[in-house]
């Protein structure tokens, strides 16, 4: 009996199933339906993807999933190939396509297609070095497009940007060794410890640097007990000049990997070497570590990365936009600032999402295609407004300037204004009265309270005004 010939439309079908298993609806619809299956030869599948900024989603985001589903389908052996089609600066598809391997991109020594990348979680390669040579070539595992230039400063970060810059000019001869970046997830620690690498590698050439996330670092010392070279792994690290250990937090616990860490800490600081690390908390909210651990962690300097505000989130944006070479509306850009306020990599994904809603849906980025993106996007991300996101909502429905809401005018429309906005601000965030005054035209926190007791009260005696709040409510999603 001859075996059954596999088409590309069948193994990419059964692909799709095992893909669709394991993400989101939404994800599935927008990142793996516009994908077509092109042919299936000598174990080689193609497929086309609609544009170059999708190839780059795909294989930032979902590598791992392609993996295993082509890997499930065709076995180990199977490589994936992308056949990208082109377009021009007005949107106009042209007929021939690009195409180019998968996890191949930048790899200007190899233009071959290449098997798919070993199951590494990690994706960093082994450290180990044989013992007793003077000088080691590494790896840095540093992301090249995480630098300083694309690093926007801001209010939220200036502190820890401009100490990792000092860092970066002169590693290990400055107080702030080590150098601790840390806050909530998302807000830029990993690109800023990049940058910090990145630039050392420019100005001295000759200096080894690593980065490492704290999850390799923990697996791969277990590997050296496994395998009976604990002196190895300890001498490799040890002959780093700049080490930069992400997520330093989740060695919490794992007392025998803070115990070689120590180790490799103590030699490291003694010699000279620059320490960096992030963390989601400062050294001394950190559980699970080790007192010795932690006192050294306060040696040199720790600084936070705080939400960033409204103008940096639109320069965010802007620079975003400015390297991929995308000119957008700056309503749309301004509208997304407001609209999304939690961290940079939610105002990074939300723009990304309209990228890919106009570029799929051949629709032209507008305000109102902005604003069904955000509803979509809001629900998946549970997004606590913010004040200047209220702002913009009740000036915007008043049509007035949100300079003129805020200023000392006494007219009686825009005084209205101003208490609405710091009525649903203090109803909608979690923000104190004084905060909210300050955001509302310096204003302390007994003129909120007055603000809210008369909306109150014209709620209650002008039918006119309850519409506007009405109408607000559902504007701002309150149900």
Not at 86 to 99: A, I, L, S, V
Not at 335 to 357: C, F, K, M, P, T
């Amino acid at each position: 009996m001859t075996e059954k010939i596999q088409t590309a439309p069948e193994v990419w079908k059964r692909c799709l199933d095992f893909i669709q298993d394991n993400i989101s609806v939404q994800n599935y619809k927008t990142w793996f339906e516009p994908i077509k299956p092109i042919k299936l030869q000598n174990n080689v599948l193609s497929i086309q993807v609609p544009s170059k900024f999708f190839y780059e989603w795909l294989e930032e985001h979902y590598i791992k999933l392609l993996k295993a589903a082509i890997n499930r389908e065709l076995g180990d052996s199977a490589k994936l190939v992308y056949s990208i089609v082109m377009e021009n600066n007005y949107g106009n598809r042209q007929p021939q396509t690009m195409k180019i391997p998968s996890s191949n991109r930048g790899n200007t020594k190899n233009d071959r297609m290449q098997t798919l990348p070993e199951g590494n979680a990690t994706g960093v390669k082994n450290p180990f070095i044989i013992p007793g040579l003077r000088k080691i070539t590494v790896d840095s595992q540093l992301n090249p497009r995480y630098t300083f230039d694309n690093f926007v400063e801001g209010d939220c970060n200036r502190l820890a940007r401009s100490a990792g810059f000092a860092v970066a000019n002169k590693p290990g001869g400055t107080s702030f060794n080590p150098l601790m970046i840390y806050g909530a997830t998302g807000l830029g620690k990993t690109h800023l410890v990049h940058a910090i690498g990145i630039e050392i590698k420019d100005k001295y050439p000759e200096k080894t640097v690593l980065y490492v996330r704290s999850e390799t670092f923990a697996s791969q010392f277990i590997d050296s007990i496994r395998n009976n070279t604990k002196n190895d792994f300890v001498h490799f690290y040890q002959m780093l000049d700049v080490l930069i250990i992400d997520d330093v937090h989740r060695l919490s616990g794992k007392e025998k990997t803070q115990d070689v860490f120590f180790e490799i800490f103590n030699h490291l600081h003694q010699s000279g070497r620059q320490i960096v690390l992030t963390s989601d908390t400062p050294p001394v909210d950190m559980q699970g570590m080790e007192q010795r651990l932690l006192s050294r962690f306060k040696w040199g300097l720790s600084a936070d990365l705080q939400v960033p505000d409204l103008e940096t989130r639109i320069a965010i944006l802007q620079q975003k936009l400015y390297n991929d070479g995308i000119e957008m509306p700056e309503d749309v850009i301004e509208y997304l600032a407001y609209s999304i306020n939690n961290n940079v990599r939610e105002l990074e994904g939300g723009l990304i999402s309209l990228l890919a809603q106009s570029s799929l849906n051949k629709k032209k980025i507008t305000i109102d295609l902005a604003r069904q993106m955000i509803d979509k996007f809001v629900k998946n991300t549970n997004r606590e407004l913010s004040i200047d996101y209220i702002q913009k909502v009740v000036c915007d429905y008043f049509d007035m300037p949100i300079d003129l809401m805020k200023s000392k005018t006494r007219k009686r429309e825009v005084v209205q204004a101003r208490q609405l906005s710091m009525y649903f601000s203090k109803q909608l965030t979690k923000s104190s009265l004084a905060s909210i005054g300050a955001q509302c035209g310096n204003k302390d926190h007994a003129t909120v309270l007055h603000a809210c007791r008369t909306v109150n009260n014209l709620m209650e005696t002008d039918k006119r005004f309850r519409s506007y709040v009405d109408e607000l409510k559902k504007k701002l999603s309150m149900n």
